[in-house]
């Protein structure tokens, strides 16, 4: 007769059975990774693996970085990128963010707080892999360190870790540090220690304080400066400062090396001819601005007409027509426009513009077209605009200027409606708005820049109290205020002289 006890016995043999079965897999596992491990660094070359068969290859997951001194937003593309690397090292079967984020969610579990190696194996049993990797990314100084580790969901033992220290920015970290990790731990390079990141550079001061520095005769800035240069090669470095003499020097400089170098300019002699004038140098501190601006207010505008256009239906007359109802305008598509504004720079830090816009919608398709007609009813909407601005430019870089600007502007918003290229009645709205503006200048030249720039209007528009029909009619239908308040985005054209 088949006995409990003669049950207990079978049970308790399939179960050793299955134990050992996965213990030979794991062991197997771990003998192929070390082995290849074995057999890269005898050979003394690095090994590419796009014929490593798919069957030996580890399933592995990827938790997100810690982000200890950079931003969760930087921390999360630096670990998409390590998990694009250690696809590319060709050692696991990496299983995509979408797929981890999905299984965790459909299991109910929280990632927030989740730092610990329990943690992280307890993930790993979840998500069904046989190996996870974690570690951090931190930045001390101008210092950035990436560490990894990889565990075994099974043991919860750490098998490897890898860590990578750079200096200087983030991309660096990105395209040297992140690749580097992901093939350590995939065994395919070993740790080092080399701090990579230097840099060769001039680090230049003068007294009096605010020189122009030439290197090669390009133009960097004004000392005190750092300027990355070409290491191994003879450069002239050239200082220029208004009643000084020109200093000029040639300079070799090694590799990873920062020669820092202090000028004491001398200054000019007196010229002895009393009645002889110097020409004045160029200071380049005024200038002329061109800017075009796309309004991103599409939305509110094209509100407004669906305002107008049910008030019409209402039996509301806002423009000259023969029936009530018996228009309905369409929707604008976009609304955009020029700019001209005078530059005026007091030092290199603080400046003003004064500018005058207009703007219209379908801005562009109008350029092309002067002599576009309008057969069927049509809302053209236009802004003059006039405003003033505080420009400052706090930091400064070669080449380089971000910069901010706080102002006020006084817009006109005109209703145009137009049927047979003829005017149906234009109510007027108008606005004082304060606005502000932050963006970057790329000026390789002392007399010409290229900015891009987001700017923010406050535009609360109220109906001026004009003697017409549309403004009246305007009143009537309740239509009075109208709030466009929004962001652009501008690019300029700034020439100095």
């Known amino acids: 007769m088949f006995n409990i006890t003669d049950l207990i016995v079978v049970v308790t043999s399939v179960f050793c059975l299955l134990a050992t079965a996965e213990s030979q897999e794991y062991s197997g596992e771990k003998y192929k990774l070390d082995a290849r491990k074995d057999t890269i660094w005898t050979k003394g070359i690095p090994v590419e693996y796009s014929d490593f068969p798919e069957a030996e290859k580890i399933a592995v997951a990827v938790m997100e970085l810690d982000a200890n001194g950079v931003t969760s937003v930087e921390a999360k593309a630096l670990t998409d990128r390590l998990r694009i690397e250690l696809f590319n090292a060709g050692i696991f079967q990496v299983m995509e963010r979408d797929k981890m984020n999905r299984i965790l969610d459909e299991m109910q579990f929280q990632m927030s707080g989740c730092t610990s190696d329990e943690c992280v194996v307890e993930v790993g049993k979840i998500v069904g892999v046989k190996k996870i990797i974690a570690g951090s990314v931190s930045k001390v100084g101008e210092i ?50 080399e701090l990579k990141g230097k840099k060769t550079a001039f680090k230049i001061s003068t007294e009096p304080y605010g020189a122009s520095v030439f290197i090669d005769d390009v133009y960097y800035g004004i000392a005190p400066i750092e300027v990355e240069v070409v290491p191994s ?31 004491a300019l001398s200054k000019k002699l007196q010229p002895v001819t009393k009645n002889v004038a110097e ?26 007409v669906q305002i107008m256009n049910a008030k019409m239906a209402e039996g509301n007359e806002l423009f000259h027509r023969r029936q009530p109802g018996s228009y309905v305008f369409d929707e604008i598509n976009n609304f955009s426009g020029i700019e001209l504004s005078n530059l005026r720079q007091s030092d290199e830090v603080v400046g003003f513009d004064f500018g005058l816009g207009i703007y219209r919608s379908s801005f562009t398709q109008w350029i092309k077209n ?75 030249f002392k007399f010409i820049g290229l900015a891009c720039d987001w700017n923010h209007y406050n535009m609360k528009y109220k109906l001026m109290n004009i003697e017409n029909k549309a403004t009246q009619r305007f009143k009537d239908a309740s239509i009075s205020q109208m709030d466009l308040s929004g962001n652009t985005v501008g690019l300029s054209l700034n020439l100095y002289y």
């Open 144 to 193: 950035y360190s990436v560490s990894i580790r990889l565990i075994d969901v099974a043991t919860s033992r750490i098998e490897a870790t890898a860590i990578e220290d750079i200096e200087g920015a983030l991309g660096a970290v990105l395209t040297e540090a992140i690749p580097s990790v992901a093939r350590q731990i995939s065994g395919l390079e070993r740790q080092t220690k």
């Open 370 to 444: 002067f002599d576009a007609t309008y057969s069927e009813p049509t809302l053209i909407f236009w802004m003059p605009s006039v405003n003033l601005n505080l420009r400052l430019a706090p930091i400064r870089f070669p080449l380089f200027y971000p910069f901010c600007n706080v102002g006020f502007g006084y817009d006109v918003l005109i209703i145009d409606a137009v049927e047979d290229n003829k005017s149906m009645g234009s109510p007027i709205f108008h606005s004082w708005g304060l606005m502000y503006r932050v963006g970057a200048e790329l000026r390789p």
């Open 279 to 304: 020409k004045p140098k160029r200071q380049f501190k005024t200038g002329f601005k061109i800017r075009y601006s796309d309004f991103h207010i599409v939305d509110k505008i094209n509100n407004q």
């Open 233 to 263: 090669v003879t450069h002239r470095l050239t200082i220029v400062n208004e009643g000084y003499d020109k200093w000029e020097h040639y300079y070799d400089i090694k590799k990873d090396q920062v020669l820092e170098i202090n000028v």
